[in-house]
């Protein structure tokens, strides 16, 4: 009895201190533009029988984001990358910076940088793409494509 109440008073101490907290502190809330780079990553398949999920982590793909036009206030950004820039929405929170690019294709890709030291200017990132259209050729029918991949993000100066 004593064990449990003392763990719902730790868990009420904790959820508190939580939400005293504000996003001010996080160094990324001031971060206006970052270049990614990502250079190993992961990417999943379904059977075409069976329909069980398979992955293979995979670098020889160097993958390239430049993030710009960064307002964590409005929600805001635009990412450049393979396919030209686009604008995100863009959430910051205690601790990362998340970045959601979508399409009318059904396209979703998610961006989520994470924050370091207060003086940091180097912080670890993810970038995970969703993708499928529907298509069916002779011969051919398209698949859903996912990957996950892993890096890095640098702030630069705007």
Not at 108 to 118: A, K, Q, W
Request: with cysteine; net charge neutral.
């Amino acid at each position: 009895m004593l064990k449990t109440a003392v763990t719902i008073v730790l868990a009420l101490a904790c959820a508190h201190a939580a939400l005293a907290q504000t996003t001010d502190k996080n160094p990324l809330a001031q971060v206006k533009a970052l270049k990614c780079r990502f250079a190993i990553y992961a990417s999943g398949a379904w059977s075409k029988t069976t329909q069980e999920a398979s992955a293979q982590v995979r670098q020889p793909e160097q993958l390239s984001l430049e993030i710009d036009d960064i307002d964590t206030d409005s929600g805001s950004g635009r990412v450049t990358g393979t396919s030209g820039p686009a604008d995100v929405t863009a959430l910051l929170t205690l601790s990362s910076l998340h970045f959601m690019e979508r399409s009318v294709t059904g396209t979703l890709n998610i961006t989520t940088v994470f924050s370091g030291e207060p003086d940091a200017k180097i912080f670890r990132a993810v970038h995970a793409r969703h993708d499928y259209l529907p298509m069916s050729l002779p011969g051919y029918k398209s698949e859903p494509s996912v990957s996950q991949h892993y890096g890095t993000c640098e702030s630069i100066p705007k």
